[in-house]
């Protein structure tokens, strides 16, 4: 069996500082992780993914997150907010056929 | 190219209405999937084809018909909705690359179906 707890419902940052968005998961198997964002009224879009090649994971729009197995956490970071990145952000995991495991979601707004 | 296409983009129907949602990819992935997405919640996986055969229903209420036509397409019919059932509807697809179905999903925009 596979879940997601993403520890916060929202996150508000200013401009230029530090985001942290948090996800805890559990999971039989050696899964598979990702991060989605949604813009309002928008589909899903893949920041990155984990698929256990490196424990640092690079993704679009300069976020990353850190593999912790003995942690079983995957949190996504990015040095500097903007604007553009107010939106709702989906920790997921997948390690059953076809089927994904939705964290919650954060809402992230970036003050200006 | 990740782009997985949905039309059309918003829907208002009544509740005896009969309605079609479209969804298409052209990057040769082999599963499609319908999710249901209500407001300030995760989606919800309602289909999923895999090689064009339905794999997985998740006790979905048949008023919401999916089909299959080709690889590339994917349709769900609409019949007898209720006003619950507005939400964004979203399709996805994934590679089934060496038939791993833990793949990437890749999402469309989403119809916005709304149930008068």
């Known amino acids: 069996a596979q879940s997601v707890t993403q520890l916060d419902s929202h996150v508000s940052v200013s401009e230029g500082t530090p985001v942290l968005l948090r996800c805890n998961y559990s999971?039989?198997?050696?899964?598979?992780l990702f991060w989605y964002v949604q813009h309002p009224n928008k589909g899903l879009q893949l920041l990155l993914k984990y698929t256990s090649a490196a424990t640092l994971v690079k993704g679009i729009n300069g976020f990353e997150a850190e593999f912790k197995k003995s942690e079983t956490s995957f949190h996504l970071t990015k040095p500097s907010a903007h604007m553009s990145d107010a939106a709702e952000y989906f920790c997921?995991?997948?390690?059953?056929?076809?089927?994904?495991?939705f964290g919650a979601g954060t809402t992230v707004t970036v003050r200006a | 190219d990740t782009e997985v296409t949905q039309t059309p983009k918003h829907l208002v129907m009544g509740m005896t209405n009969k309605k079609s949602l479209k969804c298409e990819q052209h990057m040769g992935h082999r599963a499609m999937y319908w999710y249901k997405q209500k407001a300030k919640k995760p989606p919800e996986l309602m289909f999923v084809y895999s090689y064009e055969k339905l794999s997985i229903n998740e006790s979905v209420p048949s008023r919401f018909s999916p089909e299959c036509p080709n690889s590339s397409l994917l349709n769900l019919h609409l019949h007898a909705l209720q006003p619950e059932d507005s939400a964004l509807y979203l399709c996805a697809s994934s590679p089934l690359s060496a038939g791993v179905s833990t793949d990437t999903q890749y999402f469309g925009p989403g119809t916005r179906l709304t149930v008068l």
């Open positions: 999971s039989s198997y050696s899964p598979s």
């Open positions: 997921v995991v997948s390690d059953d056929d076809y089927k994904l495991s």
